[in-house]
């Protein structure tokens, strides 16, 4: 790290990155480079190892949505007969396309589109409508539901693995050029530590108080999502994690003063809404500190075996297992971060975060005790967000948790 | 028996299946439920049990709601309330098959609330285009056979297999042979009549069916005949309420083609004889036409649809859009300007499992038939 790197703060650092980027992204074209859009869980590391530039729509249209650029995109999209209906990462996209409208001056056009569908499927569909218009190749990385069966699960790793060396045919064929798998090797080491790392700054959100909210976890997240598989990526989070030990960790200074409730998160963020509801959280002492959202990226990679390991790691995100085990992976966050609170968002954009919520609340509620509150809105699209009615339910929600936590003080309640 | 007869049978049946499936419950055999699409009830047969594709149910929502978001699509909604709710004692089993996010978490609700001796789900590529898919299918449709082995404790033999393809091919093949008199000569029998014998597939032992669909090729007129109507092509994924049908009917419009899941899709890609009777399996999934949420290579999804007007020589397209299936939202506007550019007439319905689709929907309905017989007779 050189001197002036070294004085940067990480969020300085992170612009930064952020800003070389998608700078880097806007001249590819010219400097003979090829652009993939890809999705937030994907094999984006074969990528990097192949010299091909991923962008990420979806991260793309979280800066439209904190811009709130959303309803004026989604609606000119709905005049061509896209229903309102759809994720708003997706409408915000299309909208962009129709009106030229970013607050980054828009992202360059695909050459290779890859979607992975752990995540959702939505975005197959997404990026069908994509391929069409810019007659770009689109190729889907499918990862079957990766249940609970260990011969099924061997058969679905070697089918994602198979489907990896076809995606490394189709990047040949993209830029007549071999792919080179020991850069791959190189580019999963960066991974392995980029998510170690990221993690590790995760894991920070046990300590009492905590250091860090679920915002700060999202906001931190970028760097991993679109930049895993690379050196800088790395030195982010060492920065960060170093930053907010001697900070916050070694002061004892939690995000929050007077942190009494420390609760879970379902879903994505309310992206364009997340610092409102940090702040009337914390008026009654209540801090989100989690959620397996801001976990889809704390993957466990072993470079010696990349092929295998990319296939393991992306076909067993918390969005593509079973539901028992998914409340599983959230039951493990309430032990280890000591949570007392959950807070459920049904996203009408995220079907396939959202479907299964009324279980997946009764399995996490009876394991935990903690009641569970499920509201309904939307991730970007502030015309299905209703803010007295949400703002009424958490309020009284926090007034229940104050109320037990009041019997149980008083042993009145177990 | 007489055409009126042996077309009674079948609308009865496929209206409401479950007192037949009773009276074969009774006989001793399992009844093992499928939602949409793919499963190979073929395999599920060979196995000595029953299989069943869950179509839903348009009585009043009840118990689903509860379990479900808002704006979880109507077919699953249905799917969920028939069994949960007014069929929960009527099935031993289910082989569940994910080709969307709403199939893969429905899969997982299912199995909470839901209560059978034997759950599996059936993992379907959602891609078409490669190798790696073909190898995928193989291998599911092999954990499939030895699931259903292990649940009937006795193992499903080639020669069983073969029996249940040449079964459910003998079915496809007279539905294909009836749809082609059909196309012929229109009148033969109503648009409502056709599909209640598709759908009747989805519900009945083929050694039952088989002699039933034989006997009504046996008496149906068979000279090619003009009923004057205007020819109409039906794209989507499933039609409901079947009344939607009578309605077509009504308004003298008759079916040429289609590119339907329960339609044509289902009958029209037999398995074909190989010396692996899993590789079968797969060659015949494969050959199948489109399905909205499974990738297919390019545009083939609006390609085949395309083909399949062009070849019925068809007058108009309807489409048919279930509330709230998110594929069909992203097919939807590409495929309208497609059908613009082509000058193809389309109608796209937005349907509903509980809406007693009356008023709204028969009056564009009207107004569509009449744009395609002043189209036809003008030009």
């Not at chain 1, 959100?205 to 999202?218: C, E, G, H, R, T």
């Not at chain 1, 379902?266 to 959620?291: C, M, Q």
């Amino acid at each position: 790290m050189d001197e002036a790197k070294q004085k940067m703060t990480a969020k300085e650092f992170s612009k930064q990155l952020t800003k070389k980027y998608y700078e880097g992204a806007k001249h590819a074209h010219e400097e003979g480079k090829f652009i993939a859009y890809t999705t937030a869980v994907s094999p984006a590391e074969l990528f990097y190892a192949h010299d091909v530039i991923p962008i990420y729509p979806e991260n793309h249209s979280v800066m439209m949505i904190t811009h709130r650029m959303t309803a004026e995109l989604s609606e000119s999209i709905e005049r061509k007969g896209y229903t309102s209906h759809l994720c708003a990462y997706a409408r915000s996209d299309l909208g962009f396309r129709e009106l030229h409208k970013s607050p980054i001056g828009g992202i360059p056009e695909p050459d290779f589109l890859l979607a992975c569908n752990a995540q959702c499927f939505t975005l197959t569909k997404w990026f069908e409508v994509l391929s069409r218009r810019y007659n770009a190749p689109l190729f889907v990385f499918d990862t079957p539901q990766f249940i609970r069966d260990k011969r099924a699960r061997e058969e679905i790793i070697k089918y994602v693995m198979e489907q990896i060396y076809e995606m490394i045919e189709s990047l040949e064929n993209l830029t007549g050029k071999k792919f080179d798998f020991d850069r791959l090797k190189e580019v999963v080491e960066y991974s392995r530590q980029a998510s170690i790392l990221y993690k590790a700054y995760l894991d920070m959100a046990a300590y009492k108080p905590s250091p860090i909210s679920i915002f700060d976890a999202l906001i931190n997240m970028a760097i991993t999502v679109y930049l895993r598989g690379t050196p800088e990526a790395v030195e982010f989070y060492k920065l960060l994690i170093d930053e907010t030990m001697e900070n916050k960790v070694k002061k004892g200074i939690g995000v929050i003063p007077n942190e009494k409730y420390r609760l879970y998160w379902e879903n994505l963020p309310i992206w364009f809404k997340f610092r409102d509801h940090f702040n009337l959280l914390a008026s009654y002492g209540a801090v989100i500190l989690t959620s397996l959202y801001v976990h889809a990226w704390s993957y466990d990679f072993d470079p010696s075996d990349p092929v295998r390991t990319l296939a393991e790691n992306y076909a067993s995100v918390f969005s593509n297992v079973e539901l028992e085990e998914r409340a599983e992976m959230a039951l493990d966050l309430f032990r280890r971060y000591s949570l007392n609170g959950n807070l459920m968002f049904l996203n009408r954009s995220c079907k396939a975060v959202s479907f299964a919520i009324h279980e997946l609340r009764d399995i996490i509620t009876k394991k935990t005790g903690v009641p569970a509150l499920v509201f309904e809105s939307d991730m970007g699209d502030p015309r299905f967000y209703s803010e007295s009615q949400i703002r009424t339910r958490i309020e009284a929600y926090l007034e229940t948790l104050d109320q037990l936590s009041f019997e149980r003080e008083r042993g009145l309640v177990a | 028996m007489k055409k009126e007869e042996i077309l009674k049978t079948l609308h009865d049946i496929s209206a409401d299946p479950f007192p037949y499936l009773r009276s074969k419950r009774e006989s001793g055999l399992k009844i093992i439920g499928s939602p949409l699409a793919d499963v190979p009830s073929e395999m599920i047969y060979a196995a000595g049990l029953l299989p069943v594709t869950i179509l839903g149910t348009n009585k009043p929502i009840v118990k689903a709601g509860a379990h479900l978001p808002d704006n979880a699509c109507s077919l699953s909604r249905s799917n969920l309330e028939l069994v949960l709710n007014y069929h929960p004692d009527d099935f031993d089993g289910f082989v569940f098959p994910q080709v969307c996010d709403t199939t893969q978490h429905l899969s997982d609700i299912w199995k909470m609330t839901i209560s059978s001796e034997f759950f599996t789900s059936f993992l379907i590529p959602r891609q078409v285009d490669r190798k790696s898919a073909r190898h995928w299918f193989y291998a599911e449709t092999s954990r499939l056979r030895e699931n259903l082995e292990r649940y009937t404790g006795s193992p499903i033999t080639d020669e069983a297999l073969r029996e249940s393809f040449r079964l459910f091919n003998e079915g496809r093949r007279l539905l294909r042979e009836i749809y082609q008199i059909k196309r012929e000569a229109p009148g033969v029998i109503s648009d409502r009549q056709l599909f209640d014998l598709i759908r009747s597939f989805c519900y009945m032992d083929p050694k039952d069916h088989i002699p039933l669909l034989q006997e009504l090729i046996d008496v149906l007129p068979k000279e090619p005949s003009d009923d004057g109507n205007v020819k109409v092509v039906l794209s989507g994924i499933v039609v409901e309420p079947a009344q939607l049908f009578d309605i077509l009917d009504e308004l003298k419009v008759s079916i040429v083609g289609d590119d339907l899941t329960v339609g044509s899709r289902m009958i029209a890609y037999d398995v074909p004889d190989r010396e692996d009777v899993i590789e079968a399996l797969t060659e015949r999934h494969f050959a199948k036409s489109p399905f909205s949420p499974i990738r297919d290579v390019g545009t083939r999804l609006y390609d085949f649809l395309l083909q399949v007007v062009e070849e019925t020589h068809a007058d108009g397209v309807i489409y048919f859009h279930i509330k709230f299936c998110e594929s069909q939202d992203y097919d939807l506007p590409d495929m309208k300007r497609i059908m613009r550019e082509r000058k193809i007439p389309m109608i796209v319905l937005d349907t509903e499992y509980q809406s007693v689709t009356k008023a709204q929907t028969k009056t564009r309905l009207e107004a569509f038939v009449e744009s395609l017989y002043g189209e036809r007779d003008n030009g």
